[in-house]
Nanobody, 115 residues
C-alpha cells in the first residue's frame, strides 16, 4: 500500500511564503505524475501544480510565477514552494501521486493566508 504524508501548511501573511512537502512511502514500483491540488470551502478541488516523471511542470494562471513544484525521485518526495501568497490561496492543499498505475491522495494540509 502506498501512503502519502504532507507537511508544511500553516498561517502566513499575504506576500509571505510557505513550502509544502509530501513524502510517498510503501511498495513503489513506478512513480509517475505528482502534483498538488487545493480545495477552498464551497469550491471544487483544483490543480495548482503538476510535475511529470520527466520533470515537465504545469501550473494554472492563478499561481504561475508564484508557485514552483519539484520532485526528488530517489527519496519519493514532491514539494511545492509558494511565494507571494494571497488570501485567495487559502485552502486545504492535497498531494496527489500516480504510483503503481493507481492514483493516491494525501490527507491534506491547511494553508491560510491572512490580509
Amino acid at each position: 500500500q502506498v501512503q502519502l504524508v504532507e507537511s508544511g501548511g500553516g498561517l502566513v501573511q499575504a506576500g509571505g511564503s510557505l513550502r509544502l512537502s509530501c513524502a510517498v512511502s510503501g511498495r513503489i514500483f513506478v512513480l509517475n505524475t505528482m502534483g498538488w491540488y487545493r480545495q477552498a470551502p464551497g469550491s471544487q478541488r483544483e490543480s495548482v501544480a503538476v510535475i511529470t516523471s520527466g520533470g515537465s511542470t504545469n501550473y494554472p494562471d492563478s499561481v504561475k510565477g508564484r508557485f514552483a513544484i519539484s520532485r526528488d525521485n530517489a527519496n519519493h518526495t514532491v514539494s511545492l514552494q509558494m511565494n507571494s501568497l494571497k488570501p485567495e490561496d487559502t485552502a486545504v492543499y492535497y498531494c496527489n501521486v500516480r504510483a503503481n498505475w493507481r492514483n493516491y491522495w494525501g490527507q491534506g494540509t491547511q494553508v491560510t493566508v491572512s490580509t
